[in-house]
């Protein structure tokens, strides 16, 4: 089956650093990635969709330059949360759209999640 | 825009026994996908099962099947046979059909479900 994995797992990071979280399609290329963050208890929230080789489009309230996307190959997407203050402690997910003929190209998989803390 | 509701935030069955989880969604869509996702303790999403809205027949996975009724827009998931390795959070989601906006999810607000022994 098609694999997403996210890099690291768990972070902490000091209020004021900058912290980049990778997404990584393993076994198939994904022209879009998307971005989700959740909140303990609650539903994930779209943050942004990212799109190979072009700008990712955020969504409405998220601050595009809090939070960088990168999206610069058909298996890497990376999500640098900039100056994390704890307010931006959170669960983020990745998820991949799978791009290929005689793959259902309406399935999006998702990767294990980043736990990010921040002190 | 879409919008999905999960009126149970929370529920619980005894194993063994069967379980319906409620979905409703808003969409002026007539083209779309339903998905149930499971979100277990290890907080990894895992598709449960999706309906096209095309199709009338309800989608089944082994124990797991849906109520799906379009013109209600009501969309409910059917566990059967429940086990403890059910206990998760189940989320529903809805995506339009393939467009250039890149087919984003919008999910309800979940529902965590308890299997007890």
């Known amino acids: 089956g098609a694999v997403v994995s996210q890099h690291p797992s768990r972070v902490i990071c000091k209020s004021g650093t900058s912290v980049k979280i990778e997404c990584r399609s393993l076994?198939?290329?994904?022209?879009?990635m998307f971005w989700y963050r959740q909140f303990p208890k609650q539903s994930l929230m779209l943050m942004a969709t990212s799109n190979e080789g072009s700008k990712a489009t955020y969504e409405q309230g998220v601050e595009k330059d809090k939070f960088l996307i990168n999206h610069a190959s058909l298996t890497l997407s990376t999500l640098t949360v900039t100056s994390a203050h704890p307010e931006d402690s959170s669960f983020y997910i990745c998820s991949a759209r799978v791009y290929g003929a005689g793959i259902s190209y309406n399935e999006q998989f998702f990767g294990p999640g980043t736990r990010l803390t921040v002190l | 825009a879409q919008t999905v509701t999960q009126s149970q935030p929370e529920m619980s069955v005894q194993e063994a026994e069967t379980v319906t989880l409620s979905c409703t969604y808003d969409?002026?869509?007539?083209?779309?996908?339903l998905f149930w996702y499971k979100q277990p303790p290890s907080r990894q999403m895992i598709l449960v099962i999706r309906q096209e809205a095309y199709k009338q027949q309800n989608a089944t996975e082994n124990r797991f099947s849906v109520n799906f009724q379009k013109a209600a827009k009501s969309f409910s998931l059917k566990i059967s046979d429940s086990q403890l390795g059910d206990t998760a959070m189940y989320f529903c989601?809805?995506?339009?059909?393939?467009?250039?906006?890149?087919?984003?999810?919008?999910f309800g607000g979940g529902t965590r479900l308890m299997v007890k022994p």
């Open positions: 969409t002026s869509e007539n083209n779309y996908y």
């Open positions: 989601a809805f995506m339009k059909l393939p467009n250039n906006a890149g087919n984003m999810l919008t």
């Open positions: 076994d198939f290329q994904a022209t879009t």
